[in-house]
């Protein structure tokens, strides 16, 4: 069974009445509820981790080390000048793919640059908490791959 980290930061925890017209109306725990229940039907285990600290997310990403097969991640605002979790995603060295609910190239200028890109397999944007579901097939397939 494969096994996936799903790591969500700053602010995901408001999802559902964070800025509705930009994020839906979906909650987190709605999300990670769809992302076990398509990992179930995948035969691949997840585990969902949310935190509003940079540091207890890069904790994570060392700690799914041990254990994870690949990474998904929505790291928020950090996305944009996190160089500390871009550097924990390289030093981790597992398939990684990059989620965002909204698409961050249709918004500010700040939001269309990510500091992640460069060290995970891929990014998707633009498609809600679908996404969610996109990057775990991704990873899953990348996997498959090896």
Not at 14 to 34: C, F, K, M, S, W
Not at 43 to 61: C, P
Not at 94 to 102: F, G, N
Not at 112 to 128: E, M, N, Q, Y
Request: hydrophobic residues 45%; negative net charge; aromatic residues 6%.
């Amino acid at each position: 069974m494969r096994r996936i980290l799903v790591v969500h930061g700053p602010n995901l925890n408001l999802l559902g009445t964070r800025q509705p017209e930009i994020y839906g109306t979906v909650t987190l725990a709605e999300i990670d509820a769809a992302i076990e229940r398509a990992a179930q039907e995948r035969n691949a285990e997840v585990r969902t981790y949310q935190s509003n600290s940079e540091g207890a997310l890069i904790d994570a990403l060392h700690e799914a080390r041990s254990w994870a097969d690949a990474v998904i991640i929505n790291a928020g605002a950090y996305t944009h000048y996190s160089y500390a979790i871009a550097d924990a995603l390289a030093a981790v060295n597992l398939p990684a793919v990059e989620v965002h609910l909204s698409n961050i190239y249709a918004r500010d200028q700040w939001r269309r640059h990510s500091v992640l890109a460069p060290v995970v397999t891929g990014s998707i944007c633009g498609f809600g908490p679908r996404g969610y579901i996109l990057a775990l097939d991704a990873v899953l397939d990348l996997m498959n791959d090896k």
